[in-house]
């Protein structure tokens, strides 16, 4: 843990959602409602015809101008292409997911360049439902396990 981006003393809460079987209307509302600040995408491709409303560009805009919430996009919060196509493919299971991603998260060390500042009242956003079998989940658990002060709300 960096004492430079983990003061002991911070306290911060860190949202997740996926956006699959949610209307736009109940996603943005959801994000609106928990006092969500910025919306972290943590997704490897967020330009798929298949996001719908969550398209890159697209939820930017309706962020902004729905909720006044900010965007960025963080593909270092991402599985990799092949990790992620083992998993899809059914190559490995749950468990060997987590393990090698958790792997990758240590090795790509993003506690050590992302803030507190930056990450209170923030939202990994995700296509999974829910957080059970999703990488936003891993992700606010290790940094959690970091950092110490975070609380993880999934909405």
């Known amino acids: 843990m960096s004492s430079a ?20 209307r109940e996603f943005f509302e959801r994000l609106e409602r928990s006092g969500v600040r910025r919306l972290v995408d943590t997704r490897l491709n967020n330009v798929s015809q298949l996001a719908g409303f969550t398209k890159k560009r697209d939820l930017e805009y309706f962020l902004r101008a729905i909720a006044d919430i900010d965007y960025t996009h963080d593909p270092g ?24 991603f958790d792997e990758l998260l240590r090795s790509r060390r993003p506690a050590e360049r992302l803030t507190l500042d930056e990450l209170d009242g923030a939202c990994l956003l995700c296509s999974e439902p829910t957080p059970e079998n ?16 975070v609380t993880i709300e999934h909405l």
């Open 5 to 24: 981006t983990a003061p002991m003393q911070a306290n911060i809460t860190l949202f997740t959602i996926g956006f699959t079987g949610k209307s736009a």
């Open 77 to 100: 919060l991402a599985p990799t292409k092949d990790l992620l196509d083992d998993y899809k493919k059914k190559r490995i299971d749950w468990d060997e997911y987590a393990r090698r």
């Open 134 to 149: 999703c990488h936003r989940r891993l992700v606010a658990e290790y940094l959690k396990e970091e950092w110490t002060h």
